[in-house]
């Protein structure tokens, strides 16, 4: 799913993505995944929700803290 996001194949790389959250609800990087396949694919919005699924399982990872802040970049939302 990751190399789909970086494609032009944003649509597969978001239902694999979901596959993979639904098999492992669990998992902040199933969560990451797939915000980073609805970042790639326009939605910023519900990257950032996911990408605070991800960050309630492993609270501590800065990467997520900084993808988060991102996708709320490219969303507007510049209170968070």
């Known amino acids: 799913?990751?190399?789909?996001?970086?494609t032009q194949k944003?649509?597969?790389a978001v239902e694999e993505a979901r596959k993979a959250v639904?098999?492992?609800?669990?998992?902040?990087?199933a969560h990451s995944m797939l915000a980073w396949a609805y970042l790639k694919h326009g939605d910023p919005h519900t990257a950032a929700t996911q990408y605070r699924l991800a960050l309630s399982l492993t609270?501590?990872?800065?990467?997520?803290?900084?993808?988060?802040g991102q996708s709320l970049g490219e969303a507007?939302?510049?209170?968070?």
């Open 76 to 80: 507007g939302d510049l209170d968070g």
């Open 1 to 6: 799913s990751w190399a789909l996001a970086n």
């Open 10 to 12: 944003t649509s597969e």
């Open 22 to 29: 639904a098999l492992a609800p669990n998992n902040a990087d």
């Open 59 to 68: 609270p501590g990872n800065p990467q997520l803290h900084i993808r988060l």
